[in-house]
């Protein structure tokens, strides 16, 4: 089994919020940077600011957890991202690399 993330990105202006899971939280913040997927909601909203996160020893819980907040309304995001993150930076310095830790 492998290990798991679930993430919550955004915008530079806070308007639209995306929450993802993967196995390669490093890995995956860069495919959103990059525009890998030009059709993509996170593309075409210029999402790619990671501001959440947390890790799982499982993928199964990660998509858990993932299920868990995208059930919430914007409020419960934006709560849960200021628990962490109150001034909304872009976190990805910070998990750069998490990988190999």
Same mark, same amino acid.
């Given at each position: 089994m492998k290990p798991g993330f679930v993430y919550i990105i955004t915008n530079k =202006? @806070?308007?639209?919020? =995306?929450?993802?899971?993967t196995s390669n939280l490093p890995q995956r913040i860069l495919q959103h940077k990059n525009k890998k997927y030009p059709k993509s909601f996170s593309?075409? =909203? &210029?999402? *790619? %600011?990671l501001v959440y996160y947390e890790q799982f020893q499982w993928i199964e819980d990660a998509i858990t957890r993932e299920k868990q907040i995208k059930a919430g309304?914007?409020?419960?995001? *934006? *709560?849960? %991202?200021?628990?962490? &993150?109150?001034?909304?930076?872009?976190?990805?310095?910070?998990?750069? &690399? %998490?990988?190999? @830790?």
């Open positions: =202006y @806070q308007t639209v919020v =995306y929450t993802g899971v593309a075409r =909203y &210029n999402v *790619n %600011i309304s914007r409020e419960a995001k *934006n *709560n849960l %991202i200021k628990s962490l &993150n109150p001034t909304w930076k872009d976190l990805f310095d910070e998990i750069e &690399n %998490i990988m190999t @830790q």
